[in-house]
Structure formats: C-alpha cells, structure tokens
C-alpha cells in the first residue's frame, strides 16, 4: 500500500467526523453592533471534559513545506482543540480516523484563507503544521491537571503530496 497522501482542500463534509471548520465566508448568521459587524455563530463543538476548562494559549510553530514526511500522530482524550490562524496563510491539516486504540491511515487537507479548525476530542491528529511564515494561531484548548495527550510515532512515515 502506497505511503503517500494527497492533500486536499479542506470542506465541512470531508472534516465532519474529526472536528468543525471556523470560517467567516458566506453570509453572517446575524448582524450585530448596530448593523456594524456580522457575526458566524456558534462555529465549534467545544468539549473540554468533566475536569478540565477552557484555555486561550498563542502558537507560533515553525512552517513546513510539501512533501511533508508525517512520522507521529497525537490525539487529545479530555478535550476538544481549535486552532485559528493570526494570518491569512494555508496550515497543513491531518487527521486519521480511530482503528482500535490506534490512529489509521491519514487524510490530510490545506485549509483555505482565514479558515481555522475544531478537532473534536479524541481524534488522532498531525502536529501544528504551517505551510508559510509566522505560524501564529490562537489555540482554544483544554487546560486541566490530568493527561490529556496521546501520541503514536507511526512505524513508516507517510509522505503528504500537493495536488497535481
């Protein structure tokens, strides 16, 4: 079986069984602020566990480039994590389903312009990956005193292609 993984544009239908997208395209839900600002409502199923809260924690990862050789995958049991990117630039987005306790085989998605994610909790997931300079996001994720981090060095990487 092949190693490699397209990349493909990340959309709600495709994401739906890891996480949520945060993106402010299309029309609002509801105008507020006196008719000044538009508001996308209530984007995230945030999940942050019988003893844990809610945390507002800054990133700055350093970028990646395609191909990108993929050789751990991490989930988060107790709670969900959103990213949302300070800038406009693409972030590389992998996620594997559940096989058993283990992660199985990746997927992967660029996001678009302004887009940010949910990961619900417990699904397997690649680091924080951008594909270009700053690689600052505001991180909502849980703050708590118990383990919250899994992670599974995969035996043989997987390489994540561009589309052609």
Known sequence: MSRDIIAQ???????????????????PDKIINAGLCGRHHDLAQLDFGPQGRAGISIFNAEPRSLPYELTLLERHP????????????PFLVIVAPDAGDRPGRPLAFITAPHQGINLHRGTWHGV??????????AVVDR??????????????????????
Do not use: M, V, W
């Open 9 to 27: 544009p990340l959309t709600a239908e495709a994401f739906a069984p890891f996480g949520d997208i945060l993106d402010a395209s299309g029309t």
């Open 143 to 164: 703050i708590g005193d118990t383990q919250n981090l899994d992670e599974c060095p995969l035996e043989a990487p997987y390489t994540i292609k561009a589309r052609p």
């Open 128 to 137: 924080l990956t951008p594909l270009a300079t700053p690689g600052l996001f």
């Open 78 to 89: 107790e709670g969900s994590q959103a990213f949302l990117p300070l800038t406009s630039h």
